[in-house]
C-alpha cells in the first residue's frame, strides 16, 4: 500500500494478539526508526516483549490489553521536540501499518516508571510519548473528524490544498481535539496549533498528512 492507502486504514488499536514481532517485519521496522532518527536527531527506540509500562491502573483504564511492544520517543530538550515527535513518530506509524502492523499514540495512559527501565535517556533528553505497536485484534474504526472549513478558514482553495487537508483530517490528535489551522500563502502553507495537551505532537502528525495528501515535502511550509 502507499503512503494515502495507509493513511486510510490506519485506525488506532488497543488491544492486540500474543504474536511477536520478528523476522523481516522487525528489520525493516528497525531501519525505518534508524532513518528516522538520522533525519531528525530524535532516538526513537523499539522495546519487543515488554508488557509492564501498559500493565499499570491508567493503562487498564484506557482499555488496552495485550501491549507487549512499543516505540518510545525520546529526543533532546528543545521549543519544537513534540512537533518532531510527532512527525517523524507518524512516519513509523505508517511504515508500520505498511508492513501489516498496527499502533496506537500513547502518552497519559502509559506507566513512565517502566518505560524508563528499558530506553536509555540522556542527561539533556526527555521521553515525549510511546506508540503501541504490534498485530491488533482488530484493525480499529475511524475517528470522527471536523469539517475541513473549521480546520482552514480558507475560500478558495487549490486542489493540491484540499487533497493536503483530507489527509489532514484523518490524522489522529488527542482526545480527537484537532487544535490546529492550517493557512495558505501563494504556493506555501502555514499550520499551528490552538492550544490543548499534546497539540504540538498533534500538529507534527498533521503536518506530515498534509505533505502526503498534497504530494509536497517539507519545502512547503512558511518556517
Known amino acids: 500500500m502507499d503512503l494515502m492507502e495507509a493513511i486510510e486504514q490506519r485506525h488506532s488499536v488497543r488491544s492486540y494478539r500474543d504474536e511477536p514481532i520478528e523476522g523481516k517485519v522487525k528489520e525493516e521496522l528497525q531501519a525505518w526508526i534508524e532513518k528516522c532518527n538520522q533525519d531528525s536527531g530524535l532516538d526513537m527506540q523499539l522495546v519487543l516483549n515488554e508488557p509492564k509500562a501498559f500493565d499499570g491502573f491508567m493503562a487498564h483504564y484506557g482499555k488496552f490489553s495485550g501491549v507487549r511492544n512499543y516505540i518510545a520517543l525520546v529526543g533532546k530538550k528543545s521549543s519544537n521536540l513534540e512537533e518532531t515527535c510527532g512527525y517523524y513518530g507518524e512516519k513509523v506509524v505508517l511504515k508500520a501499518q505498511q508492513l501489516g502492523l498496527n499502533t496506537c499514540w500513547v502518552a497519559l495512559t502509559m506507566s513512565k516508571g517502566a518505560v524508563k527501565k528499558n530506553v536509555k535517556i540522556g542527561p539533556d533528553e526527555k521521553l515525549v510519548c510511546v506508540i503501541a505497536i504490534g498485530y491488533g485484534t482488530t484493525q480499529g474504526i475511524a475517528h470522527k473528524s471536523k469539517p475541513m472549513d473549521d480546520l482552514c478558514h480558507i475560500a478558495q482553495k487549490p486542489e493540491w490544498f484540499v487533497n493536503g487537508m483530507k489527509a489532514v483530517m484523518l490524522a489522529l490528535t488527542a482526545v480527537n481535539q484537532q487544535k490546529f489551522q492550517f493557512s495558505l ?37 512558511i518556517s
Open 185 to 221: 500563502d501563494g504556493d506555501q502553507a502555514t499550520a499551528k496549533t490552538t492550544g490543548g495537551f499534546y497539540s504540538d505532537i498533534d500538529l507534527g502528525i498533521a503536518k506530515y498528512h498534509f505533505e502526503i495528501g498534497a504530494k509536497k515535502d517539507r519545502s512547503i511550509w
